[in-house]
Nanobody, 122 residues
Framework: VQLQASGGGLVQPGGSLRLSCAAS????????MGWYRQAPGKQRELVAT???????NYAHSSKGRFTISRDNAKNAVYLQMNSLRPEGTAVYYC?????????????????WGQGTQVTVSS
């Protein structure tokens, strides 16, 4: 299973970016998907997650500005980021709980994308 993230870049404060992440490979089912970020010198932290039935959870810093969504047919998750702030500069990682094999019960494993750099600066 591979997760490929894209959409990062340089944006001015107050600007917007949309991150995308697609899972590929041996996929029977995907449970929760989400985004985390890691700024230089800091620990990786939650940005937002979305369950298989589209229930969402946001970090306090993301609420009201970021929107997470998913397309189950494409095994993809998206993060629309608006009103970006300089403190949002970080490497953003996508994440998915994937069942790669047909077992009963299904066994889910955590997979991570390679990260995409987001830089918020004027």
């Amino acid at each position: 299973v591979q997760l490929q993230a894209s959409g990062g870049g340089l944006v001015q404060p107050g600007g917007s970016l949309r991150l995308s992440c697609a899972a590929s490979g041996s996929i029977i089912s995907i449970n929760t998907m989400g985004w985390y970020r890691q700024a230089p010198g800091k620990q990786r932290e939650l940005v937002a997650t979305i369950t298989g039935d589209s229930s969402t959870n946001y970090a306090h810093s993301s609420k009201g500005r970021f929107t997470i969504s998913r397309d189950n047919a494409k095994n993809a998750v998206y993060l629309q980021m608006n009103s970006l702030r300089p403190e949002g500069t970080a490497v953003y990682y996508c994440y998915a709980e994937v069942a790669p094999q047909t077992t009963w019960p299904l066994r889910f494993y955590d997979y991570w994308g390679q990260g995409t750099q987001v830089t918020v600066s004027s």
